[in-house]
């Protein structure tokens, strides 16, 4: 594993977004499968509808998704990095005696409130803007037009997000103040693996009701 961790670091340093783009291909192909595996034991909305196998081109759609917005990830937390920077990403983490109480509670205050300039930015903006992408561009590849991406985004957008709201904050909060940047969009992704098994299943109940109108 440790090997495999510095491997992945050299590649990402010299390579960001093809490195971060095939981390992000593989955890949505695992997301969707698992969606796919949860979706064989539940209900669905036609009874008499047989079992069917996995849907490998549902899965490619997903990871084609995945991989053409990973540039974005990595270019929005740049971003971040600049805009709100913080003087020293583990200061929480530093108890050594180098620095005078009020010097250490002064940084760390410093840190709390870049990372919720951070945290209010990301989920103010990039979180419904990459909600409003991710719904349109399923419904485009999936053989819809317009009419069926406006539908889903105004139909699954907004409970998506509040559903969101509910774990994304924690995570984020962690990786803005104590992940390095090279590691914060894989670190996000791996724990956004069922998170990206629930936008799957949304997504295809959606698809699925619409076929049934």
Known sequence: MATFFRFWTRQ?????????????????????????????HLPTHNKTE??????????SRFVMFAMCVSPLGVKWHRFLDRRFPIRSQMTWFNSKPRVSRAKRRSEQQHTARQVGKRLACDVMIYEPAMYALFFSSMAI?????????????STLLLPTYFTGLTISPIIQS?????????YRVPFGSSFDLFWDSYLSWV???KLAMIEDR
């Open 12 to 40: 990402a340093e010299a390579r960001p977004f093809v490195t971060v783009a095939a981390t992000e291909a593989c955890l949505s192909a695992c997301g969707d499968l698992i969606a796919q595996t949860i979706g064989k």
């Open 50 to 59: 047989p079992a069917k196998g996995y849907d490998l081109w549902r899965t």
């Open 141 to 153: 590849m999936e053989g819809g037009g317009l009419d069926d991406a406006k539908y889903r985004v």
């Open 174 to 182: 962690i990786n803005f103040a104590f992940v390095p940047l090279i």
């Open 203 to 205: 997504n295809n109940e």
